[in-house]
């Protein structure tokens, strides 16, 4: 059902494309399965997407930027750009750099929540 979400919002090919959370009814499996996607529409279609999540290494590993949210009132505390060019590989989730950024993030939304 995902899928055919993703693809009726796509279809009319917009500049933007605002997802929000679209993954997080859906176990860990199918959840990554669906990220693999997602990224090769990115190339596939060239698209911008705005990408709202709760997940710390689904937006490290989507993201070529990654804006933080302060609690209310919500404002942007820390902008941080996601070095990896597209399509990531999978196993990029288990490298040092990548804990090392989803380490700064969690740290950035402990200091502001």
Same mark, same amino acid.
């Given at each position: 059902?995902?899928?055919?979400?993703?693809?009726?919002?796509?279809?009319?090919?917009?500049?933007?494309?605002?997802?929000?959370?679209?993954?997080?009814?859906?176990?860990?499996?199918?959840?990554?399965?669906?990220?693999?996607?997602?990224?090769?529409?990115? @190339?596939?279609?060239?698209?911008?997407?705005?990408?709202?999540?709760?997940?710390?290494?689904?937006?490290?590993?989507?993201?070529?930027?990654?804006?933080?949210?302060?609690?209310?009132?919500?404002?942007?505390?820390?902008?941080?750009?996601?070095?990896?060019?597209?399509?990531?590989?999978?196993?990029?989730?288990?490298?040092?750099?990548?804990?090392?950024?989803?380490?700064?993030?969690? @740290?950035?939304?402990?200091?502001?929540?």
């Amino acid at each position: 059902r995902m899928r055919v979400s993703i693809a009726r919002a796509l279809v009319a090919e917009p500049q933007l494309a605002l997802f929000d959370e679209p993954f997080g009814a859906l176990d860990e499996i199918t959840r990554l399965k669906m990220q693999t996607e997602l990224q090769r529409l990115f @190339q596939l279609k060239r698209f911008a997407a705005m990408f709202i999540t709760h997940s710390i290494s689904e937006a490290v590993y989507l993201s070529s930027r990654v804006l933080v949210m302060s609690g209310r009132p919500g404002r942007i505390v820390e902008d941080i750009e996601i070095p990896w060019e597209y399509p990531r590989p999978p196993e990029l989730r288990y490298s040092p750099e990548f804990g090392r950024i989803a380490g700064h993030l969690s @740290q950035t939304l402990e200091a502001h929540a």
